[in-house]
């Protein structure tokens, strides 16, 4: 068993055990657990090691681990720090919260996300603390017209129960499956319409993780039916349909495409990443002279190459393919095969010190390009 494997069950059995006596002390040794959900509970614990070793596993392989130890670099940097901090809040609003980076590449592909991503959030929000036992509702003793909301043990607020605010706080979760729904109906809308998501999409990493995001939002809105308008009928079944499909949710939580939640915060490291290499000394592409990207990216680049057994030194001047930039490594391989097809006719080889200029596109393509200002310092046609 290697090492990444040892360190990354520890980090998911440390995890889990931390979680387990939060649910201990929140529920107050027990007393405000429910039985009825523990199969509920066990789900999660479960979800939490296997998306805790997955994380650690991501971060241990070369690539993620140097991005994430220059993005904590990038981000604690002498002088930078209170500018990181007020841009992480902007980036955090933006890009997490108001998922920009998405709705600049579609408005309907933006607002599909948004509805599954803060129904999801908003279920969980809900769930967990009342799975765990850290919240619960009592009627106020002395007056049954109030209800109160009770936090890890301590009383929190009271309301009366025939409110509007009892109103959206008992249905709560009608409001997030309605949000999962809308949400979902839109994107398999697009996996059915977009004939580039339907030429690359799989059935397991992108119509399961809807299915189920379907299937638990609806069997819920089936329970608050049958308490509500049909007299408790057929009640046990559809709360059995309900845990199956949400214990099947958790389980496949780790493995399937929604490890990405938990993988996209991260982003904002690279970010932060980036910004210090605008300011640094940059690389110049040692075939056509130009300045590419930073020279710190390009040292971290042979450094990963180089951890994960890829060798790409080059003879002469260049020394490493990473010195050689983007445009100048298509032309670079359109000349070797042009020069291969010219030998194997039998022509002669041109001499090896012609000037070799930086490739020039005449027409990048009208209606194509970047999106922002990171894409058009990136673009190369």
């Known amino acids: 068993m290697s090492r990444e494997v040892i360190r990354s069950a520890a980090w998911g059995l440390g995890t889990t055990a931390t979680l387990a006596v939060l649910i201990l002390l929140g529920s107050r040794n027990l007393a405000h657990f429910d039985a009825a959900l523990v199969a509920y509970t066990f789900s999660i614990l479960f979800a939490t090691f296997g998306l805790t070793y997955r994380y650690a596993m991501w971060l241990s392989r070369p690539p993620t681990a140097m991005y994430w130890r220059r993005g904590w670099q990038a981000f604690f940097r002498r002088g930078w720090r209170l500018r990181n901090a007020r841009f992480w809040l902007s980036r955090m609003s933006l890009d997490v919260v108001a998922n920009r980076f998405i709705f600049k590449r579609d408005r309907l592909r933006g607002l599909t996300h948004m509805l599954i991503m803060w129904g999801c959030i908003l279920a969980v929000a809900i769930t967990f603390p009342l799975v765990f036992g850290w919240l619960h509702f009592r009627p106020v003793a002395g007056d049954l017209s109030l209800y109160e909301a009770v936090v890890f043990g301590f009383p929190a607020f009271r309301f009366p129960h025939d409110s509007a605010a009892a109103f959206f706080l008992f249905h709560g979760l009608v409001w997030a499956s309605f949000l999962v729904i809308a949400g979902v109906m839109l994107a398999v809308r697009r996996r059915l319409r977009d004939e580039g998501a339907a030429a690359v999409q799989r059935f397991v990493e992108d119509f399961l993780p809807l299915f189920l995001l379907f299937a638990v939002s609806l069997t819920g809105l089936m329970l608050t039916a049958s308490y509500t308008w049909m007299k408790g009928y057929g009640f046990t079944f559809i709360a059995i349909l309900h845990a199956a499909t949400v214990i099947a949710t958790f389980l496949w939580l780790p493995f399937g495409k929604f490890f990405h939640i938990f993988q996209r915060p991260a982003q904002l490291g690279v970010g932060f990443y980036k910004d210090v290499g605008r300011s640094e000394e940059k690389a110049h592409c040692r075939r056509c002279g130009h300045a590419f990207t930073s020279k710190m990216h390009v040292l971290d680049l042979i450094s990963v190459e180089k951890e994960l057994g890829y060798r790409y030194e080059l003879e002469g001047e260049a020394e490493h393919y990473q010195w050689i930039c983007p445009p100048c490594r298509r ?51």
């Open 331 to 381: 032309a670079s391989f359109a000349m070797a095969q042009g020069l291969a097809w010219q030998v194997h006719r039998g022509g002669a080889s041109p001499p090896s010190d012609q000037p070799i200029p930086m490739p020039i596109h005449v027409n990048p393509g009208v209606g194509e390009g970047p999106l922002g200002d990171e894409d058009a310092e990136n673009f190369h046609p």
